[in-house]
C-alpha cells in the first residue's frame, strides 16, 4: 500500500481516503442496498419514512454523497428534479449509466466536496439528502461545515434527511469475530472506536477504515446548532438489525406474512426506545 506524504494536508488525506475507498466499491456500494443481509431494510426503512416527509414532486431535491445514486435515481422515477453531489467520479459515473438504463434524467451530476457547495446557490432546494458525507468526517468543524452547506441551499420550510452512525453499536463491531481486522492486537483501536467515537483502520485497502460515530442523544442538538428544526429520529433497521438474515428466509417461507412484518419493522422505526438498535440513524429536519 502506497505511504501518505508526511506533509500532506489532514483534510486532503481523509478525502483521499474516502475517495480511494468508493473507488474500489462502487459496484457494491450500489449492491448493497439491494442485500438482504445488509442494505435492503435499511433501505426499505429509509424510503418510506422519506416519502413521509418529501414535498410533492416536481420538487427540487439535492442529494450530496448519492454515490451510485439509488436514492437519486429512485427519486428521479417519482418525478422529482434531483442533483446528485458526489467526490467520487467512479460513483458518479456508475450512477450516469444506471439512472441511463432505469431510464430516468438527472438533473446534474457533480464532482464535489459536501463541505464546499458553491455551485449551489442559496435557498435552491426544496430537500435535500445526505445519506454518508457525515460517516467519514473526523473533525467536528468540517462535519459543521456540511451541515451548514445543507442549510444554506434549503429553502424555507425546506427538508433535510441526514445519515449518521450510530455509536451504540461500537462494541458489537468490535467483537464481532466475522470482522478480520478487529484482532488482540488492535486493542487501542478499538477503545478509539468506541470512547472517541472515531474509526481510524488503514491496513485493509477496500474497507470502511475511516469513519466518526454519534451517540443518539447528540444528533438532533448537532444538527440544530445548525439552525434546523427536528422532526424525527429514524432508526435505519428500526427492530431487525439482527434479524435480516432470519427476515430473508422469512420472505421466502411465509410470503403471505413477510409483507406485514416489513410494515411493522418500518413503522416502530421512530420508536425511541429502539432508536439505538441499528447500525445507522437517520435525522429528518426542516429549515424554518
Request: glycine share 6%; net charge negative.
Amino acid at each position: 500500500m502506497t505511504a501518505e506524504p508526511a506533509s500532506e494536508d489532514p483534510r486532503e488525506r481523509t478525502l483521499r481516503r474516502v475517495r480511494r475507498f468508493y473507488s474500489i466499491s462502487a459496484e457494491r456500494e450500489w449492491a448493497r442496498l439491494d442485500q438482504p443481509v445488509d442494505g435492503r431494510i435499511e433501505f426499505g426503512v429509509h424510503k418510506a419514512w422519506i416519502s413521509r416527509f418529501l414535498p410533492a414532486a416536481p420538487a427540487t431535491v439535492l442529494d450530496i454523497g448519492g454515490g451510485p445514486g439509488r436514492y437519486a435515481i429512485w427519486l428521479a422515477e417519482r418525478g422529482y428534479r434531483v442533483s446528485l453531489v458526489d467526490l467520487s467520479p467512479e460513483l458518479l459515473l456508475l450512477a450516469r449509466q444506471k439512472a441511463a438504463e432505469a431510464g430516468v434524467e438527472l438533473e446534474d451530476v457533480v464532482e464535489a466536496n459536501a463541505m464546499d457547495l458553491r455551485q449551489f446557490s442559496d435557498a435552491s432546494f426544496d430537500a435535500a439528502l445526505c445519506m454518508g458525507p457525515l460517516y467519514h468526517l473526523i473533525e467536528e468543524a468540517d462535519r459543521q461545515a456540511v451541515v451548514s452547506e445543507l442549510f444554506r441551499v434549503l429553502q424555507p420550510g425546506g427538508v433535510v434527511f441526514t445519515a449518521f452512525l450510530n455509536r451504540l453499536q461500537t462494541i458489537r463491531v468490535a467483537v464481532n469475530q466475522d470482522i478480520p481486522f478487529f484482532t488482540p492486537y488492535t486493542a487501542d483501536m478499538i477503545k478509539k472506536y468506541h470512547e472517541k467515537g472515531i474509526l481510524d483502520w488503514q491496513g485493509i485497502p477496500g474497507t470502511f477504515n475511516l469513519a466518526y460515530l454519534y451517540w443518539p442523544r447528540d444528533i438532533a442538538p448537532f444538527m440544530e446548532s445548525a439552525g434546523f428544526q427536528t422532526l424525527e429520529l429514524i432508526s435505519s433497521q428500526s427492530n431487525a438489525a439482527d434479524i435480516q438474515k432470519h427476515l430473508a428466509l422469512f420472505a421466502e417461507r411465509q410470503p403471505e406474512l413477510y409483507d406485514w412484518a416489513l410494515a411493522e419493522i418500518i413503522e416502530l422505526a421512530n420508536e425511541p426506545s429502539i432508536l439505538g438498535s441499528g447500525f445507522h440513524i437517520l435525522y429528518i429536519g426542516r429549515k424554518p
